[in-house]
C-alpha cells in the first residue's frame, strides 16, 4: 500500500492482472529460473523488490529453477544433514552415504559461489564512474536497480529492474563473466559431490534401541524378582533387564522398574 493511491501502488501494473495478481507472479518467476513478467519490478515497493531479489539470491531454489535449481537444492540439503548431524552428536548421511569434510567443503563452494559472484560484480560495476549515466534513478533505487541485474544475472533468472541501460560493453562483459562463474562453479561442486559419493558404499542402516519401562509392586513372598520377570510382566518377548533385589530388601508392595530393550 502506498499513501498517495487509494487502491495500492498501481505504479508499472496493468489494470487487467491488478496488485495481487501481479505480486503474485513477480513472486513466481523470481522463485524458478522463469524471467518473465507481467508488470514492472522496477515500480515495486521496497519490501516487494527485496523479496524477488531474495529468492534469486537463494539460488531459485522454491520450486528447482531451470538450470541451477536442483543443485541450489541438494547443496541446502547436504548442509542441513550436515548441521543436524553436528546438533546430535551423529555422522551425518545423505542419501545413505557418509557426508564427510570433502562434501562439505564442496557444498560450501556450491551455495556461496552464486552470492559471491553477485556482490562482487556489483560492487566493481558501482566503482565505475560512467555507472551512474545508466540508472534512470539515483541513490538507494539507483543501487537497487544494479543490485538487481546482477542477481538476475548470477541466478540465471532474467527478469530486470528496467530502470538501467544494461547494454553498453563493459556492462554486458561483466555480466557475461559473471554468468560464467555463477553457472560453472556450482556445476563443478555438484559433480565432485557426486562422484565422491558415488565411491562410498551405502552405511548400514542402524537400528536405534528402544527401552520400554514398566513400574510393578513386588508381594513379599517374591525373593529373587528376576526369576519372576514373564510373571511379573506378562505379554510377548524376554525382560532381560529385570533388577534382582536382595532378600533383606523385598517387602510388601515394594517397588521395581522393569525394562525391556527392543
Known amino acids: 500500500m502506498t499513501g498517495g493511491q487509494a487502491g495500492g501502488n498501481m505504479e508499472g501494473k496493468e489494470s487487467r492482472f491488478g496488485i495481487a495478481t501481479s505480486s503474485t507472479w513477480s513472486a513466481y518467476t523470481t522463485a524458478a529460473s522463469n524471467g518473465s513478467v507481467n508488470s514492472m519490478h522496477d515500480s515495486y515497493t521496497p519490501l516487494g523488490g527485496f523479496v524477488q531479489m531474495l529468492q534469486m539470491a537463494l539460488g531459485e ?41 570433502g562434501e562439505m567443503r564442496w ?28 540508472l534512470n534513478n539515483g541513490g538507494a533505487h539507483g543501487f537497487s536497480e544494479v543490485l538487481y541485474a546482477f542477481t538476475s544475472c548470477g541466478g540465471n533468472n532474467g527478469s530486470a529492474f528496467a530502470g538501467m541501460n544494461c547494454n553498453i560493453p563493459w556492462i554486458n562483459v561483466m555480466l557475461g563473466l559473471e554468468m560464467l562463474f555463477a553457472r560453472f562453479m556450482p556445476i563443478i561442486g555438484t559433480l565432485a559431490i557426486a562422484g565422491s559419493l558415488a565411491k562410498k558404499g551405502k552405511v548400514a542402516e542402524r537400528r536405534h534401541p528402544v527401552y520400554h519401562q514398566r513400574h510393578v ?39 521395581l522398574w522393569l525394562r525391556k530393550k527392543t
Open 217 to 255: 509392586r513386588i508381594p513379599a513372598r517374591v525373593h529373587r524378582s528376576a526369576d519372576r520377570c514373564p510373571e511379573l510382566l506378562p505379554g510377548p518377548g524376554a525382560w532381560p533387564r529385570c533388577r534382582v533385589l536382595p532378600d533383606d530388601c523385598v517387602k510388601e508392595g515394594a517397588d
Open 107 to 134: 557444498a560450501v563452494v556450491l551455495c556461496l559461489a552464486t552470492p559471491f559472484a553477485i556482490l562482487v560484480c556489483s560492487a566493481i560495476a558501482c566503482m565505475v564512474p560512467g555507472l551512474v549515466d545508466q
Open 61 to 101: 531454489v522454491v520450486f528447482g529453477g531451470v538450470g541451477c535449481g536442483l543443485y541450489g537444492m541438494i547443496g541446502f540439503a547436504i548442509l542441513t544433514v550436515f548441521i543436524a548431524g553436528l546438533m546430535v552428536g551423529r555422522t551425518p548421511e545423505f542419501l545413505g552415504k557418509k557426508i564427510e569434510p
